[in-house]
């Protein structure tokens, strides 16, 4: 103590004032922040990282909101809080959040946790670098490059580009805009201004991040053709040459084709060799989002799923879905190799992206986002990727759509279980009748009672928090379940038990 007063008074003796503040030293308390730190991670590794596969934990402590700001204390003072009470309040964070590593997480498309894909956030966490120039991200900019050239290798270019994103919407909005500047280059000089009318076209069971891009881009929304799916949620290809003929009839400019691999809710895979074909008859753009479906690309079994992607002129491949790792890992994937996707977004900043640096300046590859900071997302692809091989990635997949396909047999065998359709991916959508709707006429009364049921079921799980499941109703269909199979850590009777306990939470409806 007296060593601390003795420094903190030579200090004073020594100080340098400027508008009343002493400039003398660091004001942060480097030990205190380091012991908080410390104690913090024993939390994480506890109640996070150790319950990860815990089935008899909670998928989530359900609270109501204003119950939840409650417990939370969410309110900000003018003076900080203690260390103890900051620890609490991680303990608090923890308990009432969603574990979207437990095993019964079933929600969305993504879920689980991959241990090397962790540490690598850790670690970009720890050192907050950005991704825009060799100088100031050396080593993540390397990273970044080599796995958009094996994801290029999947994909079956080759050669190609690329760049991560903060999320598949933002890859698809990166890919209408390269379109329409490969269709129309004037159009980042002059704007919108003295252009045709222009008309793109995807399917009726596309992403809704396509709508929101042609909003975003100035495009509209009323010039996104959706074209007509088959019973399965496919594109057809038939409907899509008469749109794109409809379109030119009509005095427009065709552009773009995004075709889907993977829809969100019924995990369809479009006809993708029979869409390039119209698009290099018509020539057009060819993008695939490929952010759901992408990844059985890795598997040798399951690859057959994106025949002809190897067509297109962009993809969007999440690889924070079904490979897990972790959000946000989203790629941008572009078969050119002439630098359009830096010709078409560049600003050629000054302060950023000198010419006549010391080092080759091609690896500055920021000119190519349309973000200045930017995260080392392919960082966690890549740590994971050493650590499991491609053989490992692989393994995950398949594994994966193993246990989409025992779920679907088991399904065939319960009474009050209903399949929409094969499935051919992870996605498996299904109703559940209760006992007493099962004898009910198929009608109008039948389906609007049934429409009922999944949302009383999905509070009920909820609340009681044994596990998760997303329902919606469909194209015209009433609401019904959709499982997804993603994470390692699910088991077959993980499966066993979901079945088990939407019989358990339904048995008095």
């Known amino acids: 103590v007296s060593i601390c007063k003795q420094e903190m008074l030579q200090k004073k003796k020594n100080a340098v004032l400027v508008d009343g503040v002493i400039l003398n030293g660091p004001i942060t308390d480097s030990k205190a922040g380091e012991k908080f730190v410390e104690e913090a991670c024993k939390i994480i590794m506890e109640e996070i990282i150790r319950k990860a596969d815990d089935v008899t934990e909670k998928v989530c402590e359900w609270r109501a909101p204003e119950t939840l700001k409650q417990i939370l204390d969410l309110e900000m003072r003018d003076t900080g809080e203690s260390h103890q009470k900051l620890l609490q309040l991680c303990q608090d964070v923890i308990q009432y959040s969603v574990k979207t590593s437990h095993p019964r997480f079933f929600n969305q498309l993504y879920a689980g946790i991959d241990y090397y894909s962790l540490v690598a956030r850790f670690i970009t966490e720890a050192l907050n670098p950005s991704v825009y120039t060799y100088e100031v991200s050396p080593v993540f900019l390397l990273v970044e490059e080599a796995v958009i050239k094996k ?35 004037e ?53 899509l040459e008469k749109q794109v003929q409809r379109a030119r009839k009509e005095g427009s400019a065709p552009f773009l084709v995004c075709a889907t691999a993977g829809t969100t809710v019924l995990g369809a895979f479009d006809p993708l060799d029979k869409i390039a074909d119209i698009c290099e008859k018509h020539g057009l753009w060819l993008h695939v989002d490929a952010s759901w479906g992408g990844s059985a690309l890795i598997s040798r079994k399951h690859c057959k799923l994106l025949h002809g992607i190897h067509r297109a002129d962009s993809v969007a491949w999440n690889p924070h879905k079904m490979l897990l790792a972790g959000i946000q890992c989203c790629a941008l994937l572009v078969k050119d190799n002439s630098g359009l996707l830096k010709k078409c977004y560049s600003a050629k900043a000054a302060y950023l992206f000198q010419q006549d640096k010391f080092y080759d300046v091609s690896y500055d590859t920021g000119d190519k986002s349309v973000q200045c900071s930017r995260r080392p997302d392919a960082f966690k692809f890549w740590l994971m990727w050493k650590a499991l091989g491609t053989a490992g990635l692989e393994e995950r997949v398949n594994r994966a759509l193993a246990l989409a396909r025992y779920l679907v047999e088991e399904i065939k065998k319960r009474e009050g279980f209903q399949l929409l359709l094969e499935p051919e991916y992870a996605n498996v959508c299904f109703w559940y009748i209760p006992p007493s ?6 009608g109008p009364e039948f389906w609007q009672k049934l429409h009922q049921v999944a949302p009383v079921i999905k509070e009920r799980m909820m609340k009681k928090g044994s596990m998760m499941l997303g329902y919606q109703p469909h194209q015209g269909k009433v609401n019904f379940f959709r499982q997804v199979v993603i994470s390692p850590q699910v088991s077959r009777e993980d499966m066993d038990f979901l079945l088990d306990e939407i019989e358990l939470l339904a048995k008095d409806l």
């Open 151 to 185: 994801m290029i290798e999947f994909i079956g270019w080759e050669e190609g580009d690329g760049i991560f994103n903060p999320g598949g919407s933002v890859s698809n909005m990166y890919a209408m805009n390269l379109a329409r500047y490969k269709f129309c280059p």
């Open 437 to 442: 709707l099962r004898k009910m006429e198929d």
């Open 187 to 239: 159009i980042k000089e002059k704007g919108l201004s003295g252009l045709p009318r222009l008309v793109l076209f995807t399917s009726e069971e596309c992403h809704y991040s396509m709508k929101k891009a042609a909003s975003f881009l100035g495009i509209g929304t009323e010039n996104v053709y959706f074209i007509k799916t088959d019973e399965r949620g496919k594109m057809i290809p038939e409907e």
